[in-house]
């Protein structure tokens, strides 16, 4: 466990121009409240920061920004904390940003398809506000109903629609930014074409907070699918299911959704969701597809075909009602996986999808070959698995295993082309191998581009680039 | 204030005492966030989040953090309402981390002075004596009805209370005199056939202040076949007490409640308190270090919740009527999260004629009354309940039925704040089931059976 963020950082006089900036109700440095952000949803990470403030728009963040710059104060901009890559861990202590106060939806442009809002808005609000005017705004990462738009950007978030619309990048039109000195830019526009410069939307989408602060953010929305369908096939072998994945996508059939959950995962999530799982089954695929209806009629149909040639039993759900339990299941997993034991490690391996059927096989051998448990689930669509192990950090020595037989996962992973991470980042917890995957000369050019726009090193520091290169890949002491 | 030596003293029991499994099972996803309901109040403050809470917890137990004021002040704000708990994939229990905490702190913390006489006489004094409880709620009645209640409101002395007191004397239910407490029955027989043999829970203060809800439970008990035996050797379920941390005094209530029932041979033991009843239920929990866990699980299995044995005595499916209007259901939080009926009181009240049922939104929402919470914390109290205000608005009802005496009290204060008495009423789930049955005339045909088959045959 890393524990830091002690020192003072933050002398008095810096203390109180934040908070003649932002007020003495947005300004907290009491030991619960820094303890409270100290953590997200990364095991085996916690770091105090010095202070948090919660800016209420653009121009107060600016003027702290510029203030800590001055100081070389450390910022970690925050959603909701639900990342998986100890990405706003405080590694170095500093300031923890909070975007409570910016959470508006600012404009719903009907005529254009775009959504225009600040940072702090939860997806899932975004998703409702837009679906009540017939529009649609895919990328719905699992944790959704907490997760926040900033959030979302910095980590190009991916969900269960992922397969057939995208992920959040895919979306992200135009950005206000505000830059490590102070200075607020906008990137992009309502605009369908636009070559005016580099593509600095891009840019900042999956930057983790380490380039600058997104203040405001418009977004692409499409049309609401007419109809939608949900299944569910099941198998009583594993490699079947995850060659129907492959199947299906080489039929030229590009389903909506295209899960996968195994046994071990059905049962803690039947635990919890009680809907009704089948658990006695070695796989299951929750499938969906959307659109007209006569295309979703047809599609459905072969995608049956398909995997009862893989000798799966398919279930169709009868309503929309037992649709979303099954996708609210879905989305449970990974928390409900971390009933089993104290410490849930999750990885984020992606193959591409041609390949999936062998990782799946490999995961299950590694587990087998250093006698730990494994449970598997994942957007196998995308080819991205998030193999996840039940443990407990205070047992030493199978920490140890659990640490080979990931490695060996990722080994895998980039024999396959794969990559390290899908969807979850790098943060401070991939930082350190992040090299496998960029080699180099990559990392050297994405640390230019770093330096360019944050030569302090004050935007989120210690994550995504490696202070040296750590050998373990999960465990860290 | 909390000294450097009580703070060390907590410390090292959270470090001794506090399950550390529970709290590593928090994975810290924060689906819990958007349910609870301080977290949202607060304005979206981490520290008054059940992921903050067990954050805090945690530290505390690490060594991370004393539990300073800050701390306490996290958990004080809490509701113990533990919506968060249905909704946490990874099933963290709450609301056990919660309360060895808060009796951590209570144990080890020296409370000013009024305040430690106060507590020592509602936890020691009053709750556990049944007899003093029938006193005060006779000297409740006196007040009321002696006329000194009209003298003291004539007299603005009410003005002097903060205002949300004031509106709770106004709120109190007329409650019944010493006698008709002292007269309370042991055993009913069923209406009709026999279908079930069941205890009833009496509660404490349901038995003095809300007798008349206990009275309309035992009727319906009795419509609907049961036969109800009420053992007058109970004693109150001790919640307040763990709730406010005294476990102590709280695990010698229940077992006292467990030799009260066990040799019954029951087929259920029926409450009609939420709160009470979602005591009662972890009574196994309670006790689980102790010699009695076996018992205390034999005891817990039996509890249940007057509208689940309704319905499954097909109560709903009987003709019940009222007087046409629009009717919503405020849940019981500790009646949902904890004993997981929702479904029951809703269908049940689906089934009145002349009742339109209208779910209000968040009706699972917590109305802020958590047990004496607003008392001691009435600015969020009061925020909670407008909210929930608004929403019991939006649907138009005429009448809010909740489960729980706490809720229901909260309720009505609520209907006072908003200037709705006489437009708008909250009832018991129980007193309205009850109006249903003498409205649809079956209670009549019920109690006189004799009358009803001499007068078919002459
Ligand atoms: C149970 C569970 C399921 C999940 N499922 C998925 C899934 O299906 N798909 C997926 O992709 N991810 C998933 N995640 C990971 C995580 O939820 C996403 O990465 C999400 O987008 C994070 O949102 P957040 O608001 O919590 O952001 P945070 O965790 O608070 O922050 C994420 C990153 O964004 C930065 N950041 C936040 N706001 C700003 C801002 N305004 N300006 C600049 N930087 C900012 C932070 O510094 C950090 O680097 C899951 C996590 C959990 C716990
Ligand atoms: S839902 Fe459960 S696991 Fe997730 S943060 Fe809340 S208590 Fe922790
Ligand atoms: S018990 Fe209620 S108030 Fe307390 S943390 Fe849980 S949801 Fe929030």
Redesign the pocket.
């Known amino acids: 466990m890393e524990k830091k963020g002690w020192g003072k950082l933050i002398t008095e006089t810096v203390k109180q121009q934040l908070i003649q900036i932002v007020g003495c109700e947005n300004y907290d440095d009491s030991k619960a409240g820094r303890l409270v952000y100290s953590y997200?949803?990364t095991p085996q990470f916690q770091s105090l920061p010095d202070a948090v403030i919660a800016p209420r728009n653009t121009k107060e963040v600016a003027d702290i920004v510029k203030i800590c710059n001055e100081h070389r104060i450390p910022i970690?901009?925050?959603?909701?904390?639900?990342?998986?890559?100890a990405?706003?861990c405080p590694v170095e202590g500093g300031v923890v940003?909070i975007?409570k106060h910016?959470n508006k939806i600012l404009e719903i442009d009907e005529e254009n398809l775009t959504v225009t809002v600040q940072?702090?808005v939860i997806?899932l609000d975004l998703i409702k506000a837009v679906e009540e005017k017939g529009l649609f705004y895919p990328p719905?990462?699992?944790?959704?109903k907490?997760?926040?738009?900033?959030?979302?950007?910095?980590?190009?978030?991916?969900?269960?629609r992922?397969l057939k619309y995208g992920?959040?990048r895919d979306y992200v039109m135009a950005l206000e930014?505000v830059l490590a000195n102070g200075e607020v830019i906008r990137t992009g526009g309502k605009l369908a074409k636009d070559v005016a410069g580099y593509d600095f939307t891009r840019l900042?989408v999956g930057?983790?907070?380490?380039l600058?602060?997104?203040?405001e953010a418009t977004l692409k929305l499409i049309p609401l699918p007419e109809t939608k369908q949900t299944m569910l096939a099941l198998y009583q072998d594993l490699e079947a299911a995850a060659r129907s994945v492959s199947k299906i996508i080489a039929n030229k059939i590009i389903p909506t959704t295209l899960e996968f959950l195994d046994q071990p995962t059905l049962e803690v999530v039947e635990d919890y969701a009680r809907i009704g799982l089948p658990t006695d089954v070695k796989a299951v695929l929750l499938i969906e597809q959307d659109g007209p209806h006569e295309v979703v009629e047809r599609d459905m149909k072969r995608i049956a075909e398909i995997c009862q040639e893989e000798e799966a039993t398919v279930q169709i759900a009868r309503s929309e009602a037992e649709a979303d339990a099954l996708r609210t299941a879905r989305?449970?997993?990974?928390?409900a996986l971390a009933r089993l034991k104290p410490t849930t490690i999750l990885e984020d391996a992606t193959v591409p999808r041609s390949e999936i059927a062998k990782m799946v096989k490999a995961i299950n051998e590694i587990a087998a070959k250093y006698h730990v448990k494994i449970c598997t689930f994942g957007?196998a669509g995308d080819g991205n698995l998030h193999p996840t192990c039940p443990t407990d950090v205070r047992d030493r020595d199978e920490m140890e295993r659990v640490e080979k037989a990931f490695e060996e996962i990722f080994a895998k992973a980039i024999e396959l082309g794969g990559t390290i991470t899908?969807?979850?980042?790098v943060?401070a917890m991939k930082a350190p191998y992040l090299e496998w995957k960029l080699g180099k000369a990559g990392i050297e050019a994405m640390k230019a581009v770093k330096q360019a726009l944050d030569p302090n090193g004050i935007m989120?520091p210690g994550?995504i680039f490696a202070k040296s290169e750590r050998k373990r890949v999960v465990v860290t002491r | 204030m909390i000294t450097a030596k009580e703070r060390a003293a907590i410390q090292q029991q959270f470090q001794a005492n506090m399950n550390e499994d529970e709290l590593m099972n928090c994975?810290?996803?924060?689906?819990c966030l958007p349910t609870c309901p301080t977290y949202i109040e607060s304005g979206l403050q981490e520290s008054h989040s059940p992921r903050g809470r067990i954050a805090l917890m945690k530290a505390v137990v690490d060594g991370l953090i004393e539990p300073d004021e800050d701390v306490e002040r996290s958990l004080n704000m809490c509701l113990g309402c533990r919506a968060c708990e249905p909704v946490c994939?990874s099933g963290v229990r709450y609301g056990h981390l919660l309360e060895e905490a808060r009796d951590i702190i209570a144990q080890n913390k020296r409370y000013p002075f009024l305040v430690r006489i106060i507590r020592k006489i509602v936890f020691n004094g009053l709750f556990p004596r049944q007899d003093r409880l029938r006193l005060l709620t006779s000297l409740i009645g006196f007040y009321q009805r002696s006329g000194l209640r009209t003298l003291v409101q004539r007299l603005g002395l009410l003005k002097l209370l903060p205002r949300h007191l004031a509106m709770m004397e106004h709120i109190l239910p007329e409650v019944p005199t010493w006698k008709e407490m002292n007269d309370r029955p042991k055993q009913l027989t069923p209406h009709g056939i026999k279908k079930r043999r069941v205890a009833f829970f009496t509660g404490c203060l349901m038995d003095t202040m809300f007798m008349k809800t206990n009275d309309a439970t035992m009727k319906l008990l009795q419509l609907a076949g049961c036969e109800v035996v009420i053992p007058s050797n109970q004693v109150c379920c001790g919640a307040l007490h763990g709730h406010g941390g005294e476990k102590k005094q709280a695990k010698e209530l229940a077992k006292r409640n467990i030799e009260a029932f066990e040799q019954l041979d029951v087929d259920y033991i029926i409450t009609n308190a939420g709160g009470c009843g979602a005591f009662l239920v972890e009574y196994d929990h309670l006790l689980k270090d102790d010699d009695w866990a076996e018992r205390a699980k034999a005891f817990a299995r039996k509890i249940k919740d007057i509208s689940e044995v309704l319905v499954e005595l097909n109560f709903h499916q009987t003709k019940l009527k009222v007087k046409p209007q629009v009717v919503t259901y405020q849940d019981s939080c500790h009646l949902r999260n904890v004993m997981k009926v929702a479904n029951a009181p809703r269908l049940l009240l689906q089934a009145i004629e002349g009742a339109e049922f209208r779910e209000m939104k968040d009706a699972d929402r917590c109305c802020g009354s958590a047990g004496i919470y607003n008392i001691v914390e009435p600015e969020m109290s009061m925020q909670i309940l407008d909210y929930k205000m608004t929403q019991a608005k939006q649907t138009k009802a005429t009448t809010i039925v909740t489960a729980n005496p706490g809720c229901l009290l909260q309720m009505k204060l609520g209907i006072e704040r908003e200037g709705l008495a006489g437009q708008v009423r909250a009832v018991h789930i129980v007193e309205f089931l009850l109006e249903a049955a003498v409205e649809s005339g079956l209670l009549e045909e019920r109690e006189k059976p004799m009358n009803e088959s001499v007068r078919k045959t002459s």
């Open positions: 997200d949803a970690v901009p925050r959603g909701s904390g639900t990342n998986l890559c990405g706003t940003l975007f910016m940072p702090g997806t719905d990462p699992s944790s959704m907490i997760s926040t738009i900033g959030g979302n950007i910095n980590e190009n978030s991916g969900g269960l992922g992920v959040t930014v900042f930057s983790e907070g380490t600058g602060i997104i203040t989305r449970s997993a990974l928390s957007h899908g969807e979850h980042g943060g989120n994550k | 994975m810290r996803c924060g689906f994939p």
